[in-house]
C-alpha cells in the first residue's frame, strides 16, 4: 500500500512481517503464514501528530497497532 499525503509526500505502510512494532505487541508470536493472512486483511491510516483516532466509549473498528 502507498499513501499519498496533502503535501505530496508518499508514505509506504509496512508489512506486518517487517513491522519494528510486531516485537512489542500480541502479534510477536504469530508464524510467518499467520503474518501474511493478517496483512491481506488489515488497513493502514496514517494520522498526525495528537490526532484523535479513537475516543473513550466509541465502538471499535478492529485492532489498533501504532508505530511512531
Not at 1 to 18: D, E, G, N, R, Y
Not at 29 to 55: A, M, P, T
Request: aromatic share 10%; glycine share 10%.
Amino acid at each position: 500500500m502507498i499513501f499519498v499525503t496533502s503535501m505530496s509526500q508518499k508514505l509506504q505502510a509496512p508489512s506486518c512481517q517487517t513491522c519494528g512494532a510486531k516485537q512489542k505487541s500480541v502479534f510477536c508470536s504469530l508464524n510467518s503464514e499467520q503474518l501474511v493472512q493478517l496483512d491481506e486483511h488489515r488497513g493502514c491510516e496514517f494520522y498526525k501528530k495528537g490526532e484523535v483516532i479513537f475516543r473513550e466509549g466509541g465502538y471499535s473498528r478492529g485492532l489498533f497497532c501504532k508505530q511512531g
